[in-house]
């Protein structure tokens, strides 16, 4: 009964790539570890550029400075 | 000093029923552990019901599914 | 479908009360906002003294201090 | 900059089924957000099976029930 | 390649405020542990303040009461 | 109340510098935000090496590769 969360930045995923990562983070687990779909749970946080931190960076500005 | 997160999907939790949430964990904690409330936390998120998925589905279209 | 995260400080938690807080939370959620228990996980995480800080001390050092 | 946490329940997983797993989960998220894998990051849990609950029960009876 | 989540109750933290604790975490993680920036990720979320609960309430009245 | 967890590659953190971590993020987020220590939790996990993931790879093989 595996649980996965995955977060990624808030850059308008839409729900058919949200439904896309579902299915295929759920079929890496049945096919790994032999786990049942029905007690796999995947939860998606969607998180704001300023609030997520690389290179000691807002990620918007980190981006920037890289393409600066 | 225990930290309880409860995830939940999104679908009009009221402030009174995350009152009652959080009194009633921590209650537990108290009584199971032994813990202080002054020190037990409680984090509620609610998850968007096409960032919650299970059997391999978004949860609104895999309750279709199973009411279908 | 709820997912319950609950962490304590690993002080010889025993099994019968780790059966507790799994079936007092799951509960609680029933009760609350009549979720199903057959999709309520609930993972209980055992953290070391020392890797739990609280008054900007390790949380052993700092019952001392509170003790002193 | 994906995160991606992986919680299952320890039970032998090996290195190469881990390794699987953070191929698998990277994979994914390159192909359906086009994301970078040098800045995607993947944690795996393993949690003791009397530390993770389902139906209100620690998972290995919820498990022998089942059986039952 | 430290990964941080910091949960603080959403009351108004500003862009600078948040690109100060992504800073500061990560020049913690660089002198402490001699991490790389460039792969240490900050994660910042902003939690409502009848989601957070302290001795058994939410904080908001938590609060109130404390100041009453 | 803030809440940080701090994830690290398991290798040989010593408790002072688990000490001078949960120090330094506390006085952080007194400094940036005016929050209160005793109210700041601080958890920090060790995750071994073949459960952390990095470009696809098991963080041990990413490293190798990488100095090759």
New interface residues.
Partial sequence: ?????????RQG?T?D?????????????V???D?S???????????AL??????????D?YRRDAAG
Same sequence: chains 1, 2, 3, 4, 5, 6.
């Fill in positions: 009964m595996p649980y996965i969360n995955i977060k990624v930045t995923v729900a790539q949200k439904a896309e990562l579902i299915r295929g983070v759920t079929d890496l687990l096919r790994v570890l786990k779909p029905a007690t796999t749970f995947v939860v998606i946080d969607e998180v300023e609030n997520w931190g690389i290179g000691g960076l807002p990620v500005k």
